[in-house]
């Protein structure tokens, strides 16, 4: 597979789970990389480090990818540490499952700005850079945007504006070689569903029977997806949003 060793990434979200993952693997295949995270500073700390040790490049930046001056900053302070970013993965997410009866104005606002607005923001920032010769995005959508499950109304919502939005942001940036992609990973074991008491349960269990390959996802299946889409080995993908589920859809 290609290098990325002239690339400048940031992956938002890095500080655990499939974000951590993806920054870790970007960074093996030769990318500088900036660390986001937005409160778990030890985290991503803890990243950087396994990349630095290795003898990769990274940096962890604090930013709310929700908060337009947190986003100019993220960029700011990636761009004076490696340079222009020609490599965006969107893979910050926040999600609750919960009876649509029970979506409050605040949880709206939390899932849409997060999922949903801070990839816009981003997206924003990296095309205004005038100094890049072409770039890739990836964002991270989900599964259940084919299964449509029952209490993931306002998740399932956001992550398939997403996916919409990876579609039209490619047609508009194509002519710039700037490619706009997104992986709709399965579900998956990470601090995000341990946290809300997915692993081990009967929700789990029945995942994993509906999953030809027979296991939930870990982290280190997405990275190297995203190393092939963000490389020029994947120089004619754009518009495109592939199922890395296991088999399950
Ligand atoms: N796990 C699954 O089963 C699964 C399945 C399909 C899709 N996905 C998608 O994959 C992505 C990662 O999921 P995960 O399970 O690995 O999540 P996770 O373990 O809950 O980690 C979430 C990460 O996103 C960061 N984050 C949340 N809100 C943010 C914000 N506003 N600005 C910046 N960073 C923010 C967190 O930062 P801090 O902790 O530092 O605050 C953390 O690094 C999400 O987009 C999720 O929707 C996950």
Same mark, same amino acid.
């Given at each position: 597979?290609?290098? @990325?060793?002239?690339?400048?990434?940031?992956?938002?979200?890095?500080?655990?789970?499939?974000?951590?993952? #993806?920054?870790?693997?970007?960074?093996?295949?030769? &990318?500088?990389?900036?660390?986001?995270?937005?409160?778990?500073?030890?985290?991503? =700390?803890?990243?950087?480090? /396994? #990349?630095?040790?290795k003898g %990769?490049?990274?940096? +962890? #930046?604090? +930013?709310?990818?929700a908060v337009p001056d947190d986003v100019t900053r993220l960029f700011e302070q990636t761009r004076a540490a490696f340079g222009p970013v020609d490599v965006l993965v969107n893979n910050a997410g926040v999600a609750t499952f919960a009876p649509l009866t029970a979506i409050t104005a605040d949880e709206f606002q939390r899932q849409i700005g997060t999922n949903l607005y801070g990839p816009v923001l981003t997206t924003q920032a990296l095309a205004a850079q005038d100094d890049i010769d072409g770039a890739s995005i990836v964002n991270v959508s989900t599964a259940g945007t084919l299964q449509h499950p029952a209490y993931g109304s306002l998740y399932v919502a956001t992550k398939s504006a997403l996916e919409?939005?990876?579609?039209?942001?490619?047609? =508009?940036? %194509?002519?710039?070689?700037?490619?706009?992609?997104?992986?709709?990973?399965?579900?998956?074991v990470t601090e995000g569903t341990h946290a809300m008491g997915w692993v081990g349960?009967?929700? =789990?269990? &029945?995942?994993?029977?509906?999953?030809? @390959?027979?296991?939930?996802? =870990?982290?280190? /299946?997405?990275?190297?997806?995203?190393?092939? @889409?963000?490389?020029?080995?994947?120089?004619? #993908?754009?518009?495109?949003?592939?199922?890395?589920?296991?088999?399950?859809?």
């Open positions: 597979m290609s290098r @990325l060793n002239t690339r400048t990434a940031i992956v938002t979200g890095a500080s655990k789970g499939i974000g951590a993952a #993806i920054a870790r693997t970007l960074a093996d295949a030769g &990318a500088a990389v900036a660390v986001n995270y937005r409160s778990d500073a030890a985290g991503a =700390e803890r990243v950087v480090a /396994d #990349i630095v040790a %990769g490049r990274a940096v +962890a #930046i604090q +930013a709310d990818v919409a939005f990876t579609i039209v942001a490619a047609k =508009e940036l %194509g002519p710039r070689g700037i490619r706009v992609n997104g992986i709709a990973p399965g579900p998956s349960s009967e929700l =789990e269990a &029945a995942s994993v029977a509906g999953t030809p @390959l027979g296991r939930s996802g =870990e982290p280190g /299946d997405y990275g190297p997806v995203v190393a092939f @889409l963000v490389s020029d080995d994947a120089r004619w #993908i754009t518009g495109d949003v592939v199922l890395v589920s296991g088999g399950q859809r």
